[in-house]
């Protein structure tokens, strides 16, 4: 309470705090100690589940070698590989993401890793009738990246948006150079005026159906998918391969519009 020269009652001062970077900070470590148990898990998972799977198909491809084509049991063997391929796939994944390889850092463009991804998936993009529009910026610096990571990283956003435009559509690359706030908590110590650095920022943006407001925040999360056959990790995988890569990843989206993701890497600039 505020009150007067008389002490009379004067009014009320109120204050507030913004808790959401402290809401924000919390979930971060919760992420970041689910990945830690996935990763101590993988290891174990690795024999207990892909050795019997082995196994399995072996017999499998036995039996599927004493039928007739025309057998049922011939088509009954055949789904039992077929299922056996699917699990190792998810294995596959799900090592990639809890256990990824330690990056090999060199000085890229990103444009051409774009385009080596892009010459990968023009065929599948030409059958689905989705247009490439590339829009490099000028004068954009090169990054220090693992290569192949960075290339996993737009090839599953490539992936995602192209299974997102299922009647056609458009897909369009931008790359520019911007200042922002230090991203990487890392280069904070660095003599840099407002703790600003330039970024490599990478535009990815398509026309397909678009993400609810009610999955945007879950996207990211491991295991999460809202296709009916989807493993759920290869966005947790972008994610996970940014950070490594002392960059970020964010996603603005309405549905029935299309999606936009953004990476954001540490420019090098040369002097």
């Known amino acids: 309470p505020i009150h007067d020269e008389n002490n009379k ?14 809401r924000h900070l919390k979930m971060q470590v919760e992420r970041m100690e689910r990945l830690a148990l996935l990763g101590e ?3 174990g998972i690795a024999h207990e589940i892909r050795n019997p799977l082995a196994g399995i198909k072996a017999g499998a491809q036995i039996l599927e070698d004493s039928f007739g084509a025309d057998d049922f049991r011939y088509q009954i063997v055949e789904r039992i590989v077929r299922e056996v391929d699917k699990a190792n796939r998810l294995l596959k994944e799900f090592f990639k ?16 890793i774009i385009d080596g991804v892009y010459l990968l998936l023009a065929p599948k993009m030409q059958k689905r009738n989705i247009q490439f529009i590339p829009d490099f910026g000028t004068e954009v610096p090169q990054v220090y990246i693992d290569e192949t990571q960075f290339e996993q990283v737009i090839l599953n956003l490539f992936l995602n948006s192209i299974d997102a435009m299922q ?16 991203l990487d908590k890392e280069k904070e110590k660095l003599d840099v005026p407002n703790n600003d650095l330039n970024y490599v920022l990478v535009e990815i943006s398509d ?14 999360n491991p295991f999460f998918t809202t296709k009916a056959d989807g493993i759920g990790l290869g966005l947790s995988i972008c994610s996970r391969l940014m950070e490594e890569n002392g960059g970020k990843i964010d996603v603005v989206s309405e549905i029935d519009k299309g999606t936009t993701f953004i990476l954001a890497l540490p420019a090098f600039i040369h002097r």
Do not use: Q
């Not at 990824?100 to 444009?111: R, S």
């Open 97 to 112: 993401f809890a256990r990824p390889t330690k990056p090999k850092f060199k000085f890229h463009d990103v444009e051409m």
């Open 167 to 182: 009647a056609g559509g458009k897909l369009k690359v931008s790359t520019f150079k911007k200042r922002l706030r230090v």
């Open 9 to 22: 009652f004067d009014g009320v001062v109120l204050l507030f705090r913004d808790l959401t970077e402290v």
């Open 207 to 220: 026309t397909g159906s678009g993400i609810s407001k009610e999955n945007i925040g879950k996207i990211f």
């Open 41 to 43: 898990l993988s290891a």
